[in-house]
């Protein structure tokens, strides 16, 4: 869960993509890490595991976008995935209703497993097909709202909302590691002193850390 | 103490020799001149010839001791035999290491009782020869280590910690696999935290040092903590096994893969995954484990741009690596993915790309295990047929069906072209019945016709003969013009030359 914070300076996130079959995950992800879409001279050997240097206010961050299967046969390995993100993007395709419900699903899901420190986008695709839109904006929206999710529209194909989605996302992610890192910086005296308990020798590097992780947060 | 640390940390500015001797020392002899280096690389060499032979000597002595003690032992129940095993190799294994002499070129000679456990630390197998190999590979790892340390300002301090960790684990060996790994990581992590203040941020050069320390310390603590008895993690392996041997009755169909292994280099390339997967158990430290996982799941990647012509996303790979699991069917599974989860480096396996292959993994084994009739779109009474071994027997059944099992799909082919065959044959021998019948139809037929000429030509000769040569002059033209008279061309041709009958 600490993967934040690394070194004082750069920040490493795990992002996962949810969503059921052809809704346009790789789509997506692939359009963000390498702008390509449908492109059949595709260098990448594959398109579900992606990293991103990204440097946002003077930060570095790292971003680690894993795809994870959208059949329904794999939805009970979620949890596996999901374990230890600090965000989701929940996508669903803006043509099929359907698609939208199994996103419904992986919120509460997500909710219940991961609690608030989890971000959540909710992400409608496709918007280029918006004649055969069949999930509305409002619903869509409001229901972002209920759940203490951000909703974004987007198209893979025209290139439309994908970086300022994961720019948003990458901003909510850094508050929440702050965050945590405040409130670590409170308890570390008594984290650090019980770590130490399991170390034997120690003579001169001793009294270095004592301040310096404090300090690094 | 200090000199002898002077002596490993290269100062390049004392050009002198460290023993003060007053001649110039070079880098390459830790700082000393030819001669000084001379009479401590001699000294150091033989004093650790000597140690190997007392090492050598006292385990050979052990082994005896051992392999009496196992005669008398052998009456007894295994059981007790095995603690008592334990029991020795805990004694042995309390005072570990002459490493602290590859790492400083002492000159006072180590008591000798330290130097033999690093030897016999691990020698509860009475082959001597694996014993020797085993602490061989620690060795090694220790000699790497120091030198990978060498050249760090406070290499030497990284190592103490490491090896009197690494030695406090021994003790703590009845804990649990969990508590173990809690040691362990949380080492991992008061470590990492001291290099980051120690480095200022140089996240890479942290991380590089973080993985010779694990593969240093799990080198070494890999016999104790992989597996370990505490768990059931051999149960599961087992477990695991076995049920991919049940379900050795799924095809790349069922499990909707996208990989067509008729193209050479696809099945090229799913062996090669197959292999990767495999190796995985013969690894002893988490990363090279990751490692295996890592290019098998490359190869998979590979095996599916090739079939499908596009970079391949994770709905394509989940069930390809299941069915590489399930055709690999790789050792120690469960143990092995235990292992990586308690003892690896962890901020490797939450963000890293090795991380990810790894949780895939772990799905897959998951899935697997979870495995019923409708992940495979198919009823759970078909499933169960399947796993009961009733359904790829079933002829007519799974020629039916197009998908089963490789070995009964060749087999349902056979029985296919076998029946072909059979109908072959049948056609052939109607065709052959049929022309046996047209032979004699034709044989009577000519015989016939024969007879019917026969018996004509015996009824009529005079007839046919004798009119022709008995009739006048007018009743052969009327006989000629009545068989003409349907021609209607008849009158344009010149009249029909009339027979000149000489009557004698």
Known sequence: MAAGGMGGKTYSFKVVLLGEGCVGKTSLVLRYCENKFNDKHITTLQASFLTKKLNITGKRVNLAIWDTAGQE???????IYYRDSNGAILVYDVTDEDSFQKVKNWVKELRKML???ICLCIVGNKIDLDKDRHVSVEEAESYAESVGAKHYHTSAKLNKGIEELFLDLCKRMMETAQAEERLKGNGASQSASSRRGVQIVDDELQATPAGGCCSSG | MMSQRRGIHLDQSELLCKKGCGYYGNTAWQGLCSKCWREEYQREKQQIQEDWALAERLQREEEEAYASRHQRAQSQPTTTFNKFEERKTKEKSSKVNTVTKFFTPSTKTPPKKDSTPLDAQSSPSPSSSATRHSSGDSDHATREFIDFLKPLKSGKEIFKQCRAFTESMVYKRDLGADELSECVQDFYQSLSERLHTQFKG?????????DEVEKYMMTRLYKEVFCPETTDDEKKDLAIQKRVRALHWVTIEMLCVPVDEEIPEVSDSVVKAITDVIEMDSKHVP?????????????????????????ASADDFLPTLIYIVLKANPPRLQSNIQYITRFCNPSRLMTGEDGYYFTNLCCAVAFIEKLDGQSLNMSSEEFELYMSGQAPPLWPQVTGASSCSPGSTALSQVHQRLDLLTGLGERQERVMVKARQLESDLIDWTDEVDQKVQSVLENFPPQTQNPAAGTDDGTTSAASSAIDSENVENELLPPPLQPQVFAG
């Open chain 1, 73 to 79: 046969r794999f939805h009970a390995l979620g949890p």
């Open chain 1, 115 to 117: 609690g608030n420190e």
């Open chain 2, 202 to 210: 140089s996240t890479d050069h942290v991380e590089s040092i973080m």
């Open chain 2, 287 to 311: 990363k090279e484990k990751l490692a295996c996982i890592t290019r098998c799941s490359k190869h998979i990647f590979n095996a599916i741009k090739v079939s499908k012509k596009e970079a």
